[in-house]
């Protein structure tokens, strides 16, 4: 199995612009997570998704941050309009069970 | 009560060296307690998990230990090699969401010297 799998790997946009990042989870699985990495805040959890259905947005930042899954092999995270402190590591995870999660290798989100 | 405290914040341990890190906790609803490893420009990787009926779990060189009562856990690498060389992080999750909505500690950057 590939893994999870993100895209693009490195983003770099000005301030202003719409990003949208994209993940692809493990075949099979049923449960879907996007993380944000910084320095300053750790790995936060932004949305969980279960069967394609969102659970929990909690840590979704502010409206300018939304989040998709169309089916169960494609999620998209939103940032409209982008902000410098929107700056991080974006990271998709998924899990069989909720249990064990797997994380995909990260977005590098540059926002100028 | 969310939190998840860790440390140290870095360690430095020599080849063959046991390499410890430590985390506390304050929610005694926490029912799971995974580490994962993660290489620079990497994803967090799942190392090894415990729950809470069991004091220690070894997988390998690697080893959790779990004090329900102090609401500590600990993971302990026996013969540290430089391909440990990584940032570990410890996570608890509460039972009562449905799902593991992990909560992470801050994180420990390990460096074994040669």
């Known amino acids: 199995d590939a893994g999870v799998i993100q895209s693009p790997r490195h983003e770099v946009t000005e301030m202003g612009q719409e990003v949208t990042l994209r993940c692809k989870p493990i075949s099979g699985h049923n449960s879907l997570f996007w993380y944000r990495q910084t320095m300053m805040r750790g790995l936060e959890l932004l949305i969980y998704?279960?069967?394609?259905?969102?659970?929990?947005d909690s840590g979704m930042p502010e409206d300018r941050f939304s989040a998709k899954m169309p089916n169960a092999s494609f999620s998209t995270l939103k940032i409209q309009p982008s902000e410098p402190r929107d700056s991080a590591v974006y990271f998709c995870?998924?899990?069989?069970?909720?249990?064990?999660?797997?994380f995909g290798p990260g977005t590098r989100l540059t926002v100028t | 009560q969310q939190q998840v405290k860790q440390s140290p914040q870095s360690l430095i341990v020599q080849k063959g060296g046991i390499s410890i890190i430590n985390c506390a906790y304050e929610n005694t609803a926490f029912d799971y307690f995974p580490w994962y490893q993660q290489f620079p420009g990497k994803g967090p990787a799942l190392l090894i998990a415990i729950r809470p009926d069991v004091s220690e779990k070894k997988e390998g060189r690697f080893t959790i230990s779990f004090n329900k009562s102090a609401k500590q856990f600990s993971l302990h690498i026996m013969d540290s090699q430089p391909g440990d060389s990584a940032t570990y992080f410890c996570a608890a999750s509460p039972m009562n969401t449905g799902f593991q909505k992990l909560v992470f500690g801050t994180g420990t950057r390990l460096l074994v010297s040669p």
């Open positions: 998704f279960n069967n394609n259905v969102p659970i929990d």
């Open positions: 995870a998924s899990s069989p069970t909720g249990n064990e999660q797997y």
